[in-house]
């Protein structure tokens, strides 16, 4: 497809548990930012990449939250030790440049729930 | 502290009529105000972006307004449609940020028949 794809859309846990969110950004789109949306509030941003370096992760909430990405693709967020105040949507954008100047493009998102 | 504030929180409409949505930004420095349009269950979708420089933008049925001086902006929405039915963010862009967004909380627009 063209646009931003997430996987899973829709992810429950027990509380404790690890998680793995992926991204798949628009091809040729060299940066990617990861958002979290908790219900009612704006969106938070997490992180992003330039490439595939992440020259700004002052977003992670601690240190149970990290992300990677590969090959100019594909990223994944991690959360370690699942809480439940991690309950929200994660959503992932990509733009053509950096965000400031760039339209960014989202994708649908996936909605973590923590039991 | 950097922040991006909207009113109102919520709006009913019915079809047909206009409506007009406010954002108030202490954002600096100032790069870019953009409108945003998110589905229920859908990330957001661009409407307009607009620079400190432009002070109306248009995209269809949505017209945004910036005022750089008081750090506001609208977005009027003309003729509404069932469709139009969404959350409304506005966010604002931190020159020299790289990338971190400031987003507002969103207005969340019903248009009823």
């Known amino acids: 497809g063209a646009g931003v794809s997430q996987s899973p859309s829709n992810k429950v846990t027990e509380k404790g548990k690890d998680v793995e969110l992926r991204c798949d950004p628009i091809s040729g789109h060299t940066a990617l930012y990861w958002y979290r949306q908790r219900l009612g509030q704006g969106l938070e941003f997490l992180i992003y990449f330039q490439g595939n370096s992440a020259p700004d992760k002052s977003g992670l909430p601690s240190d149970r939250f990290s992300a990677e990405r590969t090959g100019e693709s594909v990223s994944t967020l991690t959360i370690q030790r699942t809480q439940q105040e991690d309950s929200a949507v994660y959503l992932c954008?990509?733009?053509?440049?950096?965000?400031?100047?760039?339209?960014?493009?989202f994708g649908p998102g996936t909605r973590l729930t923590v039991l | 502290k950097n922040q991006v504030e909207q009113s109102p929180q919520s709006l009913i409409i019915l079809e047909g009529k206009n409506c007009t949505l406010q954002?108030?930004?202490?954002?600096?420095?100032?790069?870019?105000l953009r409108w945003y349009k998110q589905d229920t269950g859908r990330g957001p979708v661009s409407l307009t972006i607009?620079?400190?420089?432009?002070n109306t933008k248009s995209n269809g049925r949505y017209t945004a307004t910036l005022d750089a001086d008081t750090k506001q902006s609208s977005l009027h929405i003309t003729a509404s449609q069932l469709s139009d039915s969404a959350s409304y963010i506005c966010v604002a862009s931190q020159r020299g940020s790289q990338g971190n967004l400031i987003f507002g909380k969103g207005t969340k627009l019903s248009v009823k028949p």
């Open positions: 607009m620079t400190f420089s432009e």
């Open positions: 954002c108030n930004y202490t954002v600096s420095p100032f790069s870019n």
């Open positions: 954008a990509s733009s053509p440049g950096l965000a400031e100047y760039s339209e960014q493009f």
